[in-house]
Nanobody
Framework: QVQLVESGGGLVQPGGSLRLSCAAS????????MGWYRQAPGKSREVVAT???????NYADSVKGRFTISRDNAKNTVYLRMNSLKPEDTAVYYC????????????WGQGTQVTVSS
């Protein structure tokens, strides 16, 4: 049984920063691509950033230059550092990963709320 558990969400003022973490646990063999997605009220879920096992990254245009995705393979953890937050970044943020345990499957975390408001 594999679980992804996010943490680090909360309420922050515009221009502020947050760091999200997502730790994978269970009978894990290998974690391949990991990523962060978000879903705002009334909108579809969208990709925010992804990172390969080797560390190659991709970002949505809306967060480039403000957000940084990273991972610690030894800890089975992915991070999302969010700077210069805007009200439009308000959403539930979800962690996603491709994991062999032992067969390859795609997993989602339960989500963590990020609210940017003064």
């Amino acid at each position: 049984q594999v679980q992804l558990v996010e943490s680090g969400g909360g309420l922050v003022q515009p221009g502020g920063s947050l760091r999200l973490s997502c730790a994978a646990s269970g009978s894990i063999f290998t974690i391949y691509n990991m990523g962060w997605y978000r879903q705002a009220p009334g909108k579809s879920r969208e990709v925010v950033a992804t990172i390969t096992r080797a560390g190659s990254t991709n970002y949505a245009d809306s967060v480039k230059g403000r957000f940084t995705i990273s991972r610690d393979n030894a800890k089975n953890t992915v991070y999302l550092r969010m700077n210069s937050l805007k009200p439009e970044d308000t959403a539930v943020y979800y962690c996603n990963a491709d994991i062999t345990a032992p067969t390859l499957s795609n997993y989602w975390g339960q989500g963590t709320q990020v609210t940017v408001s003064s």
